[in-house]
């Protein structure tokens, strides 16, 4: 990668604002990403962040306000026209085409040519693998696969790759490790870390408080669309940036009304599919049980078989005592057994349809009279929820896929309070969500534990896990490694039970 100049490689952004429908989005924001240096934007869903990437990106035009590159006065009317500037956003769901390869879609618009303008897909292979390989991502990705065979991380690594072989001199990264392991997130560090001592002004939004301090050298924080202020890493906390975020104190965020649970709701008994082997734990009513584990472990593969969608192959799965085997997912939800998938917009949302017809999509039976649905039950029940859960809409009528993260997955939640579930098995329920209402979504969880539902939680937060979890399980490749009451889960306890196999592997081979 080519060093660029300090003053070419920075970006002023003042005054910046931008109304949508009379709802001011962004008012009178300012903003410096200066050269060799990793600035981190930081606020809620809904703080503005998105919109200020957006018109970085030339997605959308302010109402008011310039921007600056390289000291040059710059105006954005189309994304093209950021990229010829040498801007670009690495957007947190990338844009994949299903049915061409990786090398494709990286150079998607600008397919090298070969002999009589001919393109050669052996030659965009190899040109893919030396920029994978430059860019650190040589051995996670083949340059002859599918788009449609991609992992979330995959995807998003064809994302970055395909923004940075333009060689940008301002890179603004939105999310990027909210699908990524641990081990590709220290790759994506690693590479991050070279663009800023190249000279490159970076911007990087996270909700991951630990990211911030971890790769940031300075933190700039929105709220309700205006800028509340800047900070110097090495000069901060994380406790000053969360109020800066939320305007309150979230000291007691893991808060819980620790209980004696209750019967068993549902029990596992040496439960093995084609991905996990011999799984065996209880979740009681009242109680949160989480599965903790690596990438791969096999948790969120154990959740689709208790849901009816993967087959079980041997073992027992017990509802309220009583072994039952699922044929679908229909049958585990007339059970009282619900999931909430970890990719919520593929998987459990309707993102073209309102929040209404999302909340009540599971119920629509007791709603309807003759095969007709009643509306005014539907938008009570919808407006029950909205005013329960603090879902942030404008009506009930608003596009789902018009709410933050944070409000999505309330609907998603709202769904299956609605139907009353007595089992709730929640996949990463608060990826891409921010502080403030990861908060409210632990709120509802201990609510749910409080009425007696039984709540298994997958998480890749280990904070999240010994906040939320009255016992952990942990997975490793497929199996149980452990169990820990929370009197006794910590980081060590569960990383070591979580990497168990791969200690024993190293032993034997060494």
Known sequence: MRTVTQASASL????????????????????????????????ENGAGKSTLLKILSGDHLPDAGEIEIGGETVSFQTPFDARSAGLRVIAQEPEIVPHVSVAENIYLGALPSGRLGR????????????????FGFGHLLDPARLGVELSPAQRQIVEIVRCLIDEPQ???????????????????????????????????????????????????????????????????????????????DLTSMYDRDRREP????????DVTTDDVTGVSLTVHHGEVVALAGLVGAGRTELALAIAGDRPVRSGVIKVEGTPR????????????????????????????????????????????????????????LADRYIEQLHIRTPSAAQLVQNLSGGNQQKVVLARWLARDAGILILDEPTRGVDVGAKAEIYQIIDELASRGVAVLVISSELPEVLGLADRVVVMQNGRVTGELHHTEATEERILTLAIADHLSDEGATS
């Open 170 to 248: 301002v890179i603004c990264f939105d999310e990027p490790t909210s699908s990524l392991s641990d081990h590709e997130t220290d790759v994506l560090f690693e590479l991050i870390a070279r663009l800023r001592d190249e000279g490159r002004a970076v911007g990087y939004v996270s909700h991951r408080m630990h990211e911030i301090f971890r790769i940031a050298d300075t933190v700039t924080v929105l709220r309700d669309g205006r800028l509340i202020g800047s900070r110097e890493v090495t000069d901060t906390t994380e406790g000053e940036i969360v109020k800066m975020m939320v305007g309150r």
């Open 325 to 380: 085997q699922f044929g679908s997912p229909r049958e585990a939800i007339a059970a009282g057994i619900a999931l909430a998938p970890e990719e919520r917009k593929a998987d459990a949302l309707v993102m073209v349809r309102t929040v209404r017809d999302n909340i009540a999509l599971a119920v629509l039976g007791s709603l309807s009279r003759f095969g007709f649905v009643k509306a005014r039950r539907e938008k009570d």
């Open 12 to 43: 002023t952004a003042r005054g910046i604002s931008k109304n949508f429908s009379g709802v001011r989005a962004l008012d009178g924001v300012d903003i410096d990403l200066p050269a060799g240096r990793v600035t981190a934007l930081m606020g």
């Open 262 to 269: 209750g019967a068993p709701a549902l029990e596992l008994e």
């Open 119 to 134: 393109v050669s897909q052996r030659a965009i292979e190899e040109q893919a693998r030396q920029d994978l390989e430059r």
